[in-house]
């Protein structure tokens, strides 16, 4: 019982922090939109999906094998946590700067890798953030494998929060010859400075001390197929910056519409599309200790438990934003964009949230139990599947391709994963019916919603949504309930049930 309180306490604690964020960064879009315009926001898109192209080398497989190994090293009351962690930082800090030295000197090449010529002056502005963003990203994985998600989380927030500011304070005009996208990037790479000094400065305050790099061979080899996944991830993000401009061109785009549209679907339509994942994501950071330590234990039952519950919850999350989504995309980014393209496109991309939940938390589960190679494996079976629906699809689907083959990978990864996860741990879904459910409450709820918009526009105008929202949400919340989707008595005394708990 101690045990779940303290991990309802601790997804109650990074999910705060982590819909502060994403609200902050969310205001920070529509700022840009409104400000800059679409054009402009495609443009930092393409820049943003660069650099963690490039800074994935040394900040993401390391942070995590980082994480799991220091849950471990703590679960089996054993030393070598601070070599764990100056092992991490070395290794980082070598690959980041190789990264960095590399991409000097090959700047005069980008340009030429870019579809927008204009985006390389900002990329190589952000540069330097890679090293920072090495730094910042192993020491929150150190916070992450002690369960300190308050100093794991509240880093993530700052940091928007200076993006923000910096931003405001360059692209203003108030420092000269900065433009609005130039000033957006160096903005960026002040912010990450910054955060990377405050959170070394708080791992010493916390009793942080580094040691002899002794564990150098335990952090790389399983880093090593994080790294190549996430690069891959990170690369399709880079290929679609790159490939769907080109391919909209193809198709009778003019360079400013396909670059916008890519603004329109990266930086309007996905941070609601991502939404719940400011839960999900919670869940994930939580869980992934718990399940290193199940794992470490041979306790499959209660990973596997774990691991239903996570996947329940967020499907039963995603299915109040799908409703609405669905519904009303096209008058809510009209309202906050003034941008009724992004909104058609998220009503119909709507409906991928939900084999997203499944697939990100499958994932991770392969991860926390050492199954690093095939968690990369089934992302890149999933993700080629992806690229090939980018670069066949925009002929046929224009902007709606990237929609139709992210639900596709999304699937097939989430098949994949819960094969190998049957496969090493036994694992038995349980969110078979909470799915279906999901899928089919969220109609009834979208028309209630849409038809509450109907009325209540003829007075309030596209205000109507502060009601219409919150009506569709609230109907799927008591639908929810008569359906036993969510049981309400279960998750107050925390008891363990096929339905809707967190563990």
């Given at each position: 019982?101690?045990?779940s309180k303290n991990v309802v ?310 299915g109040a934003f799908l409703c ?23 009503s119909y991309a709507a409906f ?152």
């Open positions: 019982m101690a045990k306490k601790a997804v109650a604690t990074v999910t705060v922090f982590s819909v502060f964020t994403r609200g902050l960064s969310f205001i920070f879009k529509i700022y840009l939109s409104r400000a800059l315009g679409a054009e402009v926001v495609g443009q930092y898109q393409i820049c943003i999906s660069m650099f963690y192209m490039f800074a994935c080398f040394s900040s993401s497989g390391i942070p995590l094998v980082l994480s799991r190994k220091t849950a471990e090293t703590r679960a089996l009351k054993k030393e070598g946590e601070s070599a764990l962690l100056t092992s991490a930082l070395l290794l980082g800090i070598c690959v980041s700067l190789t990264v960095f030295g590399v991409l000097s000197i090959a700047k005069p090449l980008l340009p030429k890798l870019l579809s927008d010529k204009r985006t390389a002056p900002m990329i190589a502005v952000m540069l330097p953030a890679i090293i920072s963003t090495t730094i910042y990203n192993i020491i929150r994985g150190w916070f992450w494998g002690r369960k300190q998600f308050t100093s794991f989380s509240i880093t993530e927030t700052v940091e928007e929060v200076f993006r923000i500011l910096f931003s405001a304070l360059f692209v203003s005009g108030v420092i000269s010859g900065l433009s609005g996208a130039y000033g957006i990037a160096l903005a960026f790479t002040v912010s990450d400075v910054l955060v990377a000094a405050l959170l070394l400065i708080m791992f010493f305050a916390k009793g942080g001390k580094l040691d002899k790099p002794s564990k150098i061979k335990e952090i790389l080899l399983p880093s090593i197929p994080i790294t190549v996944m996430r690069l891959f991830g990170n690369l399709i993000s880079a290929l679609i910056a790159v490939v769907l401009p080109a391919r909209l061109m193809a198709a009778g785009f003019s360079v400013s519409q396909a670059t916008a549209g890519f603004g329109r679907i990266a930086g309007m339509a996905n941070p609601l599309l991502l939404a719940p994942n400011a839960i999900i994501s919670s869940l994930a950071i939580v869980l992934i200790p718990e399940m290193s330590e199940n794992r470490v234990k041979s306790d499959y039952k209660s990973l596997n438990r774990n691991l239903n519950g996570g996947i329940n919850f967020s499907l039963i999350i995603s609405c989504f669905f519904a009303l995309g096209k008058q809510l980014t009209t309202f906050l964009f003034k941008d009724e393209i992004s909104g058609k496109y998220l991928t949230m939900l084999p997203m939940c499944v697939s990100h938390l499958t994932q991770s589960a392969l991860n926390s139990i050492g199954k690093e190679l095939r968690a990369f494996i089934n992302f890149m079976i999933s993700m080629s599947a992806m690229v090939l629906g980018i670069y066949f699809l925009p002929k046929y689907m224009g902007l709606y391709s990237v929609a139709m083959a992210t639900a596709l990978s999304q699937i097939l990864s989430s098949a994949l994963n819960l094969a190998a996860l049957k496969k090493h741990t036994g694992f038995r879904q349980y969110f078979a019916r909470t799915l279906i459910l999901v899928g089919l409450l969220c109609l009834p709820c979208a028309y209630f919603a849409y038809s509450v918009y109907g009325i209540m526009s003829k007075f309030l105008g596209h205000f109507a949504l502060l009601l219409a929202l919150p009506a569709g949400a609230a109907m799927y919340a008591v639908l929810c309930a008569l359906t036993e989707l969510v049981d309400i008595k279960a998750f107050l005394k925390l008891r363990t049930a096929n339905k809707f708990v967190i563990i």
